[in-house]
Nanobody
Framework: QVQLVESGGGLVQPGGSLRVSCKAS???????????MAWYRQAAGKERELVAE???????NYVDSVKGRFTISKDNSRKTIYLQMNNLKPEDTAVYYC?????????WGKGIMVTVSS
């Protein structure tokens, strides 16, 4: 069965950097390659929001609040996506979720906590 496993979260000071990873298992490379992958986040008391996504064709978009600070990337050979987060702010504190979308289904990781605090 498809699994998405996030890693790399933790505590970082404002202005610092962190990279989170999401590795997909249970699918072959060709299936992963045609998927749209994304990072979402959910802060306490708020709705889950799309942070960044990368399509099968390589198209990328970000939520306005992270533009210029976050970078999403994809390594098909490793079936892994990454989110490089720079110049982190306290308002970036949230649980970050990996997401995969297909024509008929969605898959979610369990989420990983990122806390930005001094």
């Amino acid at each position: 069965q498809v699994q998405l496993v996030e890693s790399g979260g933790g505590l970082v000071q404002p202005g610092g950097s962190l990279r989170v990873s999401c590795k997909a298992s249970g699918i072959i490379l060709t299936t992963f390659s045609i998927s749209t992958m994304a990072w979402y986040r959910q802060a306490a008391g708020k709705e889950r929001e799309l942070v960044a996504e990368i399509s099968n064709a390589g198209g990328i978009n970000y939520v306005d609040s992270v533009k210029g600070r976050f970078t999403i990337s994809k390594d098909n050979s490793r079936k892994t996506i990454y989110l490089q987060m720079n110049n982190l702010k306290p308002e970036d504190t949230a649980v970050y979720y990996c997401h995969r979308r297909t024509a008929g289904t969605e898959y979610w990781g369990k989420g990983i906590m990122v806390t930005v605090s001094s």
